[in-house]
């Protein structure tokens, strides 16, 4: 069992950035595949981007001139740098991981989430 942990949300202006971070129990990290999702109230649940084992990054097209999916295998954690925030970025950002492919944007393990609120 993969325990995920995100952390680094709150209330930022729009036009600001914030970096999520999103740290995970376990040790063979490196082998996993990480990903961002993001839910806003009434909405369903969003891919926002992905990082492989091997560092290879996509993102959502909306959001790929924005956001910066990042990886830390010495600290087992994965990062979202978010730039140029706009309101209607506001969510709970949700990290997850998986080890193994299982289909696209299917993931095994999932954080409990971190809110973000873009004021205008």
């Known amino acids: 069992q993969v325990h995920l942990t995100e952390s680094g949300g709150g209330l930022v202006q729009a036009g600001g950035s914030l970096r999520l971070s999103c740290a995970a129990s376990?040790?063979?990290?490196?082998?996993?595949?990480l990903a961002w999702f993001r839910q806003a109230p009434g909405k369903e649940r969003q891919f926002v981007a992905h990082?492989?084992?091997?560092?290879?990054?996509d993102y959502a097209d909306s959001l790929k001139d924005r956001f910066t999916i990042t990886r830390d295998n010495a600290k087992n954690t994965v990062y979202l740098q978010m730039t140029s925030l706009k309101p209607e970025d506001t969510a709970v950002y949700y990290c997850?991981?998986?080890?193994?492919?299982?289909?696209?944007?299917?993931?095994?393990?999932w954080g409990q989430g971190t809110q973000v609120t873009v004021s205008s």
């Open positions: 990082i492989s084992w091997g560092r290879n990054a």
């Open positions: 376990e040790r063979t990290f490196d082998s996993y595949s």
């Open positions: 997850a991981a998986r080890q193994h492919y299982s289909g696209p944007r299917r993931y095994d393990y």
